[in-house]
């Protein structure tokens, strides 16, 4: 959600104030429509930094800046073109006539659940989102997904009860829920998908066997020797020992390299 702070119209090209940005000399602006409203601003700007051009200030909407985050979804059309786009405030440069608003939090049906009372089955997930079945494979979560991920795909593998294909499609997942917004059958995919992905990751994912043995050298404590000896050392000789250090050559083939000195290995 966005908060206007200052007078609507840009009168006069000036530097943005949220985020410091220095624009190329002589940027040209262009016209863009937020929230139905004309602002003239820097063609060369994400549509965040715009729109804190603009005057806006973001209370919430906004997080990382990074595309991690997916608190910055956003929706638009552009003049003359009746489709509807969908993307991240942070990631997305302004384009001419570009009509937007954002959607920072969009209703979901989230359910409660204790990860360590359930079976890592889909009928784990088919009894916590009946509303899965729901779902008619229109494609328009695809569609929304500013991450490019196969939404309806993620879906569909879990109406076919596998965790596993749905956990590894749904991955890169920001939880932003434009999917969410298009869905006619009033699912919370991103939801869904989390819960597989914490099925999977708990209870069906294979082991590293030897993350666990490395664990269980720590909690032995093989390192604490090591640990007590670097925090005992000063600015100096923890740089010296830094500058010295083994490193695997750039080139080495994968598996060839071994440090000489192996006691921690
Ligand atoms: S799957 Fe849905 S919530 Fe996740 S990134 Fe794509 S649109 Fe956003
Ligand atoms: S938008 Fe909803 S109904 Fe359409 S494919 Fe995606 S999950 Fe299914
Ligand atoms: S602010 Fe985090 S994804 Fe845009």
């Not at 715009?50 to 003049?79: L, P, Q, S």
């Not at 997305?92 to 079976?119: D, G, H, K, S, W």
């Not at 020797?225 to 005992?232: A, D, N, V």
Request: glycine content about 6%.
């Amino acid at each position: 959600m966005t908060e206007k702070t200052q007078s609507s119209q840009a009168q006069a090209p000036r530097m943005a104030t949220g985020d410091r940005t220095i624009l190329p000399e002589g940027a040209k602006t262009i016209p863009v429509y937020i929230m139905g409203k004309r602002y003239d601003v820097p063609e060369t700007l994400t549509i965040m930094k715009a729109m804190e051009y603009a005057g806006f200030r973001f209370i919430r909407g906004a997080g990382c800046r990074g595309g991690i985050c997916g608190a910055c979804a956003t929706v638009y059309r552009k003049a003359g073109d009746y489709k509807l786009y969908f993307g991240l405030a942070c990631q997305t440069v302004v384009e001419p006539n570009m009509y937007l608003t954002q959607i920072p939090f969009y209703p979901a049906n989230r359910a409660a659940y204790n990860i360590e009372e359930l079976e890592p089955t889909a009928d784990s997930i088919y009894s916590l989102y009946p509303e899965l079945f729901r779902c008619v494979a229109c494609n328009a979560c695809t569609k929304a997904c500013p991450m490019d991920i196969q939404v309806m795909d993620y879906i569909a593998a879990l109406k076919q009860g596998d965790i596993e294909k749905a956990a590894r499609l749904s991955f890169d997942c920001i939880q932003c829920g434009l999917c969410a917004s298009r869905c006619m059958g009033e699912l919370p995919q991103y939801h869904i998908a989390q819960l597989a992905r914490r099925l999977y990751g708990k209870y069906l994912q294979p082991r590293a066997e030897h993350l666990k043995k490395r664990v269980e050298e720590i909690q032995a404590g093989k390192y604490d020797k090591m640990l007590e000896e670097l925090t005992q050392m000063s600015k100096e000789e923890l740089q010296k020992l830094y500058d010295e250090r083994e490193r695997e050559p750039d080139l080495a083939s994968p598996g060839t390299w071994m440090p000489k000195d192996t006691r921690y290995l």
